[in-house]
Structure formats: structure tokens, C-alpha cells
């Protein structure tokens, strides 16, 4: 059975830092790209940022040099860190697990509230 489990949203002021973390258990954890995606109220879930199995990054325009994303193969672990946060970043955000190969297969976690507000 396939998990991802996220875990680090919460509440946060303007400029602020929260750190999200999602652990995948079930999957080969290396033949998947992982990445974090986010659903603001009223709007389409969008792509936050993404990690290939080999390390490449890709971010969306409205987080470039505050967001950073990493992995860790050994612990099956993909880390957000999300700095200098602004009201507009307030969103559920979605682990997401994509097979490298084969794109259909992909798996989602079940989501952790992020809000930034004062």
C-alpha cells in the first residue's frame, strides 16, 4: 500500500518560514520524481516545485529563490523549505509521487494546510 505522508504545515506570519516534509512508504522510492503541489480556495491545484530521481529542480515562477526543495533517498523523505512566506502562499499543500517512466502512475498525499497571515 502506497503512503505519502506530509507533515510541517501550520500558521505562520508574513516573511516567516515553515519547512514540509513528506515521507513515502510503499514505493521504490528512487524511480519516482517527487513534488509538492498546492490548492489555494477557489483556484486550481498548481505545481509548486518538483525533484527528478537525479536530483534536477524545477520551481514555479511565484516561489523562485524563496522555496527550496530537496530529497532524501535513504530515508524515502522530499523537504519544502519555504522561506520569506507571503499571505498569497496560503494553500493546502499536496505531496505528489510520479513514476519517472511511467507518468500515469503517481500517487498524492493527503495534504497539509499552510497559512500565512498576520
Known amino acids: 500500500q502506497v503512503q505519502l505522508v506530509e507533515s510541517g504545515g501550520g500558521l505562520v506570519q508574513p516573511g516567516g518560514s515553515l519547512r514540509l516534509s513528506c515521507t513515502a512508504s510503499?514505493?521504490?522510492?528512487?524511480?519516482?520524481?517527487m513534488g509538492w503541489y498546492r490548492q489555494a480556495p477557489g483556484k486550481q491545484r498548481e505545481l509548486v516545485s518538483v525533484?527528478?530521481?537525479?536530483?534536477?529542480?524545477r520551481y514555479a515562477d511565484s516561489v523562485k529563490g524563496r522555496f527550496a526543495i530537496s530529497r532524501d533517498n535513504a530515508r524515502n523523505t522530499v523537504v519544502l523549505q519555504m522561506n520569506s512566506l507571503k499571505p498569497e502562499d496560503t494553500a493546502v499543500y499536496y505531496c505528489n509521487a510520479r513514476h519517472q517512466l511511467v507518468s500515469q502512475t503517481n500517487y498524492w498525499g493527503q495534504g497539509t494546510q499552510v497559512t500565512v497571515s498576520s
Open positions: 525533484i527528478t530521481n537525479n536530483g534536477n529542480t
Open positions: 510503499g514505493i521504490i522510492f528512487t524511480v519516482y520524481a
